[in-house]
């Protein structure tokens, strides 16, 4: 009997052995990634469970797709399926540049309070990489998802809204901004930001982790980005004072604290250096929202690129996982682009609800097909000796290496 994902009175997720799980294509290359690792997906937790738990997947609109058949970016149902299911997973999604409506991907995660947007960004051997030693990359990012400039709080030069608020601000608050500007907001809570770091700090229990750093833009933007840090370093001490250590009392008195996670923080221009320089002394980095989009790629083109790396935005009760790269539309309808990171992301999924096994199953046939040579053309075309593959192709040769 296929079921939904529900929640113990603990909290736990509780997942039945047929599960359904929504699921949205995608536009542009969307369709052809998605069909290559519902493949992987499927022979995979058959190859491991071997017919006693399968998985029931819902497809749900949202994007191209969506408008051509409702008229609507986003429905509602969609919105509503995810809440119900608890877990989902989704395809890039087009989003207009200067104008148009507003990201889906944002909605999305602001709709279903997706606070945090999980990044793992993990060398995977034999992937070409600009880096000397990109194996020394294995971070996780934790990107608050739901507040700083991706509010959505802004107005356009010139309009009646813009004039209203930089009249304001320059007659009762004695700023003096130029009447031709468009204004945004950024809005920066200690709720938001308490609840990103707790996950951050928990994970990194959970998963023999050995340190969380804050990083922010708090030496200039002091009152948003400058109590995003205090406020983490609040909940690290309220709620993790016997598991965490302070990277300042380390340096006051250096000592051995092998079961503690340590908490340090950086400012976001120099945590860019960090991660090229130094990437094997960071771990775990917990940000705003705007630092996370920025650091989050800039640490996947050191291990091959936006092609291969997973995603998940997760809330309290619902978790929706995604390919973190765009549509790709001069691809679409190819059968060339590379499906790694929304199988990564399966990967991802099926280790938040509990079915481990399939998740290690599915990263080792693709490290395995990658080792290889087995490839989509946008690493081909950088690996000396490869064997090009359609993204179909790419898709079975996991499966044989199943």
């Given at each position: 009997m296929?079921?939904?994902?529900t ?6 997720l ?6 359904a ?9 969307g369709?052809?990634?998605w069909s290559?690792?519902?493949t992987?997906?499927?022979?995979a ?13 819902k497809?749900?609109?949202a994007?191209e797709?969506a408008?051509?058949?409702t008229?609507e ?6 919105l509503d ?8 997973i989704?395809?890039?999604l ?8 507003r ?7 602001q709709?279903?309070d ?9 060398y995977?051997p034999?992937?070409?990489?600009p880096m000397k ?20 709080i ?7 809204e813009?004039?209203k608020?930089?009249?304001f ?16 907001i950024?809005?920066m809570?200690a709720?938001g930001?308490?609840r990103l770091?707790?996950?951050a700090i928990r994970w990194a229990?959970?998963n023999?982790?050995k340190?969380?750093t804050l990083?922010h833009?708090?030496?200039?933007m002091?009152?948003?980005e400058g109590?995003f840090?205090?406020?983490g370093?609040?909940?690290?001490k309220?709620?993790f ?5 302070l ?5 006051a008195?250096?000592?051995d ?9 950086r ?9 090229l320089?130094r990437?094997?002394e960071y771990d775990v ?5 705007l630092?996370g989009?920025y650091?989050s ?12 790396a997973?995603?998940?935005n997760i809330?309290e009760?619902v978790a929706?996982f995604?390919?973190?790269?765009g549509?790709?539309?001069?691809y679409a309808?190819k059968?060339m682009a590379n499906p ?11 280790e938040?609800?509990?079915?481990s096994?399939?998740?290690g199953?599915?990263?080792?046939s693709l490290?395995?097909?990658i ?5 989509t053309?946008d690493?081909?075309?950088q690996m000396r000796g490869?064997?090009k593959?359609?993204c ?9 290496h199943l």
């Amino acid at each position: 009997m296929v079921d939904k994902i529900t929640y113990s009175p603990d909290g736990h997720l509780q997942v039945p052995d047929e599960v359904a799980i929504p699921f949205v294509e995608g536009d542009g290359t969307g369709p052809e990634i998605w069909s290559a690792a519902v493949t992987v997906f499927d022979a995979a937790i058959s190859k491991v469970y071997g017919g006693t738990r399968k998985v029931k997947w819902k497809e749900v609109l949202a994007g191209e797709k969506a408008f051509r058949k409702t008229g609507e970016w986003l429905p509602q149902e969609t919105l509503d399926c995810f809440r119900d299911c608890k877990v989902g997973i989704k395809g890039p999604l087009t989003t207009p540049v200067g104008g148009g409506f507003r990201s889906l991907n944002v909605t999305i995660r602001q709709e279903l309070d997706l606070y945090a947007c999980i990044r793992p960004v993990k060398y995977i051997p034999g992937v070409p990489s600009p880096m000397k030693q990109p194996e020394k990359v294995d971070m996780i990012v934790f990107r608050e998802n739901t507040e700083d400039v991706y509010a959505g709080i802004e107005w356009r030069a010139g309009s009646n809204e813009a004039r209203k608020v930089i009249d304001f601000l320059n007659s009762q608050m004695g700023q003096d901004i130029r009447h031709d500007a468009g204004i945004g907001i950024k809005p920066m809570s200690a709720f938001g930001s308490k609840r990103l770091v707790r996950r951050a700090i928990r994970w990194a229990i959970d998963n023999g982790r050995k340190s969380v750093t804050l990083v922010h833009k708090g030496n200039i933007m002091k009152f948003t980005e400058g109590a995003f840090k205090e406020w983490g370093y609040e909940i690290a001490k309220d709620e993790f004072d016997n598991r965490i250590v302070l990277e300042e009392e380390l340096m006051a008195d250096p000592r051995d604290v092998p079961d503690r996670i340590v908490i340090k923080d950086r400012i976001a221009d120099a945590m860019f250096q960090q991660i090229l320089l130094r990437p094997e002394e960071y771990d775990v980095l917990a940000m705003p929202n705007l630092n996370g989009d920025y650091m989050s790629d800039a640490l996947a083109a050191q291990v091959g690129g936006l092609g291969m790396a997973p995603g998940g935005n997760i809330g309290e009760e619902v978790a929706v996982f995604e390919a973190t790269h765009g549509t790709a539309p001069k691809y679409a309808g190819k059968d060339m682009a590379n499906p790694s990171s929304v199988i990564l992301s399966g990967a991802f999924m099926f280790e938040y609800i509990g079915w481990s096994e399939v998740a290690g199953r599915i990263r080792a046939s693709l490290e395995q097909t990658i080792k290889d040579k087995i490839v989509t053309y946008d690493l081909a075309r950088q690996m000396r000796g490869a064997k090009k593959v359609k993204c179909s192709e790419f898709g079975r040769a996991i499966v044989d290496h199943l």
